[in-house]
């Protein structure tokens, strides 16, 4: 059974950092791209981070590129976001994917950023 769980997600102020991680199991982990994805409420999902199975160079959003980064460590098939300078705008619910023949999604995690 494939499973992809969030954690880390939470009220910070701007300015503040938080790490993200997302433990996987149920597939092979290192085959897969791994992604991080953003829903802030009453916009469309947005690829915020990606990085291959090799953990080749990541991708980011325009966005949040100088401030995240996302790393992986397959020997414990899991992906991590470290998100540092974090603005008002980063408030969304941060949701893992893993990618390859297959599409798998978490369940989320809220992260707030406000005063």
């Known amino acids: 059974q494939v499973q992809l769980v969030e954690s880390g997600g939470g009220l910070v102020q701007p300015g503040g950092s938080l790490r993200l991680s997302c433990a996987a199991s149920?597939?092979?982990?290192?085959?897969?791209?791994m992604s991080w994805y953003r829903q802030a409420p009453g916009k469309a999902r947005e690829l915020v981070a990606g990085?291959?199975?090799?953990?080749?160079?990541?991708i980011y959003a325009d966005s949040v590129k100088g401030r995240f980064t996302i790393s992986r460590d397959n020997a414990k098939n899991t992906v991590y976001l470290q998100m540092n300078s974090l603005k008002p705008e980063d408030t969304a619910v941060y949701y893992c994917?893993?990618?390859?023949?297959?599409?798998?999604w978490g369940k989320g995690t809220l992260v707030t950023v406000s005063s």
């Open positions: 994917n893993a990618f390859r023949l297959a599409n798998y």
């Open positions: 149920g597939f092979t982990f290192s085959s897969y791209a």
């Open positions: 990085i291959i199975g090799a953990g080749g160079t990541p």
